[in-house]
């Protein structure tokens, strides 16, 4: 198993450009969400799904949008980068959407910078 | 979401028991208690969870307190690779699994 992969690893924007953010994991899991974490902080979460077709917010949605159209690819677009959304991005999936009994699997994120 | 609170940072001697304190006051019933750590330029990593009992695995050990509001995490050998900022998060046992992460406890370990 891979488990969750992202791509690209890094990558550099101009305000206002859009770009999607990768994110793939072959375990079969239903749930997958979008994290970011600034620098010194901990992580935050922006989207998140239970199933394919299924989407949520999470704390920090704005400036972000998100499809499950399969149940392992789940890419996080952005639709106007502003350089507040300069930060490292990771992606993580749990086998069940009832969350205290499955452990969160991550990748290795995707560090972003807006200019 | 219940919230958590854990020292900024902690230091431990290589090869040392370490005792990663959290509390969690408002914990609710229904609330799980995970431990993810976070080794420098790498996505989390889960750790171990507990509700009630205490609970081992092969990275470590959880002591959660009689009355839920307080818990340890407990690295029984530090080592070089068990640096890393370790986070304590309560997680509701119904609804999505969402993580709601703190700024944690960065572990500084000493050769």
């Known amino acids: ?115 | 979401d219940a919230k958590t609170t854990q020292p900024n940072s902690m230091e431990s001697n290589e090869e040392e028991p370490v005792h990663l304190p959290c509390n969690h006051s408002t914990i609710s019933g229904t609330d799980y208690i995970h431990w993810y750590r976070q080794l420098p330029s790498q996505g989390p990593e889960y750790v171990i969870h507990g509700l009630t009992s205490n609970v081992n695995n092969r990275m470590a050990s959880l002591a959660i307190a009689e009355d839920r509001k307080s818990s340890t995490l407990i690295l029984h050998r530090a080592t070089l690779r068990d640096a890393a900022v370790y986070y304590c998060i309560l997680v509701r046992q119904t609804g999505a699994n969402n993580l709601f992460f703190g700024t944690g406890t960065r572990l500084t370990v000493i050769p």
């Open chain 1, 1 to 115: 198993n891979a488990g969750v992969t992202q791509t690209p690893k890094f990558q550099v924007l101009k305000t206002g450009q859009s770009m999607t953010l990768q994110c793939a994991q072959d375990m079969n899991h239903e749930y997958m969400s979008w994290y970011r974490q600034d620098p010194g902080m901990g992580l935050r979460l922006i989207h998140y799904s239970v199933g394919a077709g299924i989407t949520d917010q999470g704390e920090v949605p704005n400036g972000y949008n998100v499809s499950r159209s399969t149940t392992e690819d789940f890419p996080l677009r952005l639709l106007s980068a502003a350089p507040s959304q300069t930060s490292v991005y990771f992606c993580a999936s749990s086998y069940g959407g009832q969350g205290a009994l499955y452990e969160q699997y991550f990748g290795p994120g995707t560090r972003l910078t807006v200019t």
